[in-house]
């Protein structure tokens, strides 16, 4: 199979989530020409509104090629959504669990089946004050370097106009219209990474020149120069504990963490 058919639940998705979308805000999407049209491969995404997997979504339904995202596995339970969830082959995520590893296994299997997986490497939604990519989490390093397959990073901006990260349902503001701005950029060349030991510290250097791709894409939606330091909320919380949490008397750097600098902590999506 070189390409999942679009099938009914996508459809049908398409039917409930297209029209309040275009009536509601304004498109300015590009790059579309680098998701491929053939074959299994990898969307990496930034993450800083609840809207962001409709935006995105809409995006690529448009380019012929439906994205299956990894999602926690509490939005499969029952119901409406835990329908689509399951109709249009969304992967669940079993957080800390025995089950964990298995969202990691259904990423491969569908690339290996020429469909395509979409990761928010963040995890969750940024956390980073001025909204720019936060340190990622490795899962979409650890599939890109078992199935090698093209790794298409993208940008999204202007669903966080509308609805704000972790704001309460009065802070959302839909008038006057934002516009959902999505740019995809080529592959990220990871070849240099290929054919060895996946340890933390390779890990983390794949996900750093992955996120470091998806921040120059967002300095390009946005405008404006990225930040020189990536923010990580790990160095942040640590820094909260203080320098006895650490063993020695020096005081931590908290926050922002230099981009592309790799770190030998393993991770998962």
């Known amino acids: 199979?070189?390409?999942?058919?679009?099938?009914?639940?996508?459809?049908?998705a398409a039917v409930l989530a297209k029209p309040p979308l275009v009536v509601l805000f304004k498109r300015d999407w590009r790059g579309m020409?680098?998701?491929?049209?053939?074959?299994?491969?990898?969307?990496?995404?930034?993450?800083?509104?609840?809207?962001?997997?409709?935006?995105?979504?809409?995006?690529?339904?448009?380019t012929g090629r439906v994205p299956r995202f990894l999602a926690k596995d509490s939005l499969f339970k029952g119901g409406f959504v835990g329908a689509v969830?399951?109709?249009?082959g969304q992967i669940p995520v079993y957080r800390e669990t025995?089950?964990?590893?298995?969202?990691?296994?259904?990423?491969?299997?569908?690339?290996?089946?020429?469909?395509?997986?979409?990761?928010?490497?963040?995890?969750?939604?940024?956390?980073?004050?001025?909204?720019?990519?936060m340190e990622g989490k490795t899962g979409a390093a650890r599939v890109a370097l078992i199935?090698?397959?093209?790794?298409?990073?993208?940008?999204?901006?202007?669903?966080?106009?509308?609805?704000?990260?972790?704001?309460?349902?009065?802070?959302i503001r839909l008038f006057p219209r934002r516009t959902l701005k999505v740019l995809a950029g080529p592959p990220v060349d990871l070849s240099r990474f290929y054919d060895r030991e996946p340890t933390a510290e390779l890990l983390r250097e794949v996900t750093d020149v992955i996120m470091d791709a998806i921040t120059q894409l967002l300095a390009e939606v946005r405008g404006e120069p990225a930040p020189a330091q990536r923010?990580?909320?790990?160095?942040?919380?640590?820094?909260?504990r203080g320098p006895a949490a650490h063993g020695t008397g020096e005081k931590p750097a908290?926050?922002?963490k230099t981009a592309g600098r790799a770190a030998a902590e393993g991770e998962s999506a």
Not at 231 to 240: C, I, P
């Open 33 to 62: 020409e680098h998701i491929p049209q053939e074959g299994g491969f990898i969307t990496v995404v930034n993450h800083n509104s609840y809207l962001d997997p409709l935006s995105y979504a809409h995006y690529q339904y448009n």
């Open 98 to 133: 025995a089950d964990a590893v298995s969202a990691f296994r259904a990423a491969v299997e569908a690339i290996d089946k020429g469909e395509c997986v979409a990761f928010y490497p963040e995890g969750t939604l940024t956390r980073d004050p001025d909204m720019w990519p």
């Open 147 to 171: 199935t090698r397959a093209p790794v298409i990073p993208v940008a999204q901006w202007g669903a966080n106009e509308a609805v704000p990260p972790y704001a309460g349902i009065r802070k």
């Open 231 to 240: 923010y990580d909320r790990r160095a942040l919380s640590r820094s909260r």
């Open 85 to 88: 969830m399951r109709g249009t």
């Open 254 to 256: 908290a926050g922002r």
């Open 1 to 12: 199979m070189s390409r999942r058919r679009i099938g009914f639940w996508y459809r049908f």
